[in-house]
């Protein structure tokens, strides 16, 4: 279920970086409930609605250097720059919703 962002998120740091795709790893993807709108990315001075997301941290890695990418509702996964001061909770998905 995460493959499609993966993907989107390999492809947005090789082009940010200007390499191949083939070049970057991926350290780690995991589903996540974000507490709020800001997918656990908030920007100074935004409102976030107060709901509960289900999203993703994937986590591509280019050489020594690691990022962090995240997404959840409609959101196309994007970079992170900010630290996470909480990690959020994994999400668990209803087995027979036919979701992998």
């Known amino acids: 279920g995460l493959r ?33 709108s800001s997918l656990g990315c908030p920007e100074p001075g935004m409102s976030y609605a107060q709901a509960q997301v289900v999203g993703a941290i994937i986590g591509p890695q280019h050489g020594d250097v690691f990022y962090r990418y995240h997404t959840g509702g409609n959101r196309s996964p994007f970079i992170c720059a900010r630290p996470l001061t909480k990690v959020p909770p994994r999400a668990v998905l209803d087995a027979g919703s036919g979701s992998d």
Do not use: E, K
């Open 4 to 36: 499609p962002f993966i993907d989107q998120a390999i492809a947005d740091l090789a082009a940010r970086l200007d390499v191949d795709g083939g070049a970057i790893a991926t350290h780690a993807a995991v589903l996540v409930v974000w507490p709020d």
